[in-house]
């Protein structure tokens, strides 16, 4: 994992979810694919998916629970979590999660 993401475009408006307690922006790549990058406030939260994601840590830490799975796996800095298209996953924090979600 690089600590920076090179030549893209940023949406300057912040997508913000759950009261404020998620806060992202999306970034288009020069192959025209999107991610977002953001951060999750100490929260437990239920996002949904359209599309198959990969959720990138990059500070922090989290646990997870994937659509269907009765366990919880925590995941810190450096770590990824996929999550299936047309799903939902538990998250829940205790710090400030810094993140990268991979679409497609």
Known sequence: ????????????????YFDGKCVSHTITLADGSKKSVGVIFPSSLTFNTGAPEIMEIV?????????????????????????????????????TLDYVCHFG
């Open 1 to 16: 994992m690089s600590a920076q993401i090179d030549q893209v475009s940023v949406v300057k408006k912040s997508n913000i």
């Open 59 to 95: 500070g922090g830490v989290c646990k997870v629970r994937l659509d269907g799975a009765s366990e919880w796996q925590t995941y810190g800095a450096g770590q990824e979590f996929k999550v299936a298209g047309n799903s939902k996953f538990d998250i829940e924090t205790v710090e």
